[in-house]
């Protein structure tokens, strides 16, 4: 089975808006975890605008899981994951003021930064994954940097699919492949929904964990959390 990681940088956005402490974003970690999940995931970002430092530090003794912290490693977030010690930290290429992220890395341009994150966290008992595209050659750069996963960026196989398009889910299933070949593991992230969650997850050998957010809160508006949580455990098994 697949693990679902919650991404709940949405949640902060909207205690954000209102200022005060609603929703209670320890309590949704809490009850997400409550219902099933197994695990969270936060991307705090050097603006605070969602996740704040603080929130990171208070969630370690919230996240009972797998604790997943997102970033471009520049250094006040490596301070940060160091600080806490989550249970994996994934590498994201994101520039200070991106919507969202919006590329994987270049595993060979950036090896030997990388490499030096990498080692580091390792050294500090953190699992070490990279954020990349479905692209081969990326795949294999980040083998050689020696990180134990990859997040296969998921946006274009969603846009793909979407249009009616499965054929978009092919440079995915060849970088599964090859990643297994080669040891990585595999996780997934963005724009993943209850829509196309089980075509993904059919088609990916030795998927080992998704981490939704936006989609994910977005549906749970509608069919609340618990159930929604619960709609994705069953599509990942």
Same mark, same amino acid.
């Given at each position: ?30 009850? =997400?975890?409550?219902?099933? %999940? ?11 605008? &969602? ?21 471009? /490693? @520049?250094?006040?977030? =490596? ?18 003021? %991106?919507?969202?992220?919006? %590329? ?21 008992? =953190?699992?070490?994954? =990279?954020?990349?595209? /479905? ?23 969603? &846009? @793909? ?12 299933? @060849?970088? %599964? ?31 080992? @964990?998704?981490?939704?957010? &936006? ?23």
């Amino acid at each position: 089975m697949t693990k679902l990681s919650v991404n709940i940088n949405k949640i902060a956005t909207l205690r954000n808006a209102r200022g005060g402490n609603v929703p209670d974003l320890l309590k949704v970690a809490t009850d =997400i975890q409550k219902f099933g %999940a197994e695990g969270i995931t936060i991307h705090p970002r050097p603006d605070e605008r &969602h996740i704040r430092y603080q929130d990171a530090h208070d969630l370690k003794s919230i996240v009972y899981t797998e604790y997943n912290m997102e970033g471009n /490693p @520049e250094k006040t977030f =490596i301070d940060l994951v160091l600080e806490i010690k989550p249970t994996q930290v994934t590498l994201v290429p994101d520039a200070v003021d %991106a919507i969202t992220s919006n %590329a994987g890395w270049n595993t060979i341009k950036h090896a030997d930064y990388l490499k030096e994150v990498v080692q580091e966290f390792q050294r500090n008992g =953190i699992r070490t994954s =990279i954020f990349v595209d /479905p692209v081969l050659e990326m795949i294999e750069g980040a083998k050689k940097i020696g990180t134990e996963r990859i997040e296969l960026y998921t946006e274009a196989f969603a &846009h @793909e699919y979407s249009l009616g398009n499965q054929r978009g889910i092919q440079p995915y299933m @060849e970088s %599964a492949i090859l990643a297994n070949q080669i040891g990585l593991g595999i996780n997934a992230g963005h724009d993943l929904s209850l829509d196309n969650i089980q075509f993904f997850k059919d088609n990916i050998p030795g998927l080992l @964990e998704v981490s939704i957010g &936006h989609a994910l809160i977005s549906e749970a508006i509608y069919l609340g959390l618990d159930n929604v949580i619960n709609m994705y455990l069953q599509k990942l098994k």
